[in-house]
């Protein structure tokens, strides 16, 4: 697993690529806690170049995700591949309203959401 992160506009953007192994995960949320512990409250997960995810990602995006809502903020997946999103369902969260297509969809998204809530 490769990750590649930058901030735009005030929404972390994290890019994965390659496998996420069940020790990957562990990287990737202590990452974006990290961010959290910063005051960022926006984020995007870039899967689209990720060819396989061990389960418990779903689960724990979904705990990470929750934490975010309750503090005001946002998560947005962007998913190409119907294999992960199936990968994500395990989880038991649809996740249907979290994704988008590109980063740039997903950035609107947030965008919109945050004059929303401003």
């Not at 984020?43 to 995700?65: A, Q, V, W």
């Not at 996740?95 to 590109?102: A, E, I, L, P, V």
Request: glycine share 8%; proline share 0%.
């Amino acid at each position: 697993m490769k990750i590649s992160n930058r901030v735009v506009q005030g929404t972390v953007v994290i890019s994965i690529y390659g496998v996420i192994k069940r020790k990957d995960i562990e990287i990737l949320l202590n990452k974006l806690h990290s961010y959290l512990e910063k005051g960022y409250r926006y984020f995007i997960i870039d899967l689209r170049h990720t060819r396989h995810s061990h389960y418990i990602l779903g689960y724990r995006l979904s705990d990470f995700k929750r934490r975010v809502d309750s503090l005001g903020g946002r998560l947005s997946l962007v998913i190409a591949s119907r294999y992960i999103i199936q990968i994500l369902r395990l989880s038991g969260n649809d996740w249907t309203y979290s994704m988008s297509h590109t980063q740039k969809q997903a950035l609107n998204g947030i965008l919109k959401f945050r004059r929303g809530n401003a």
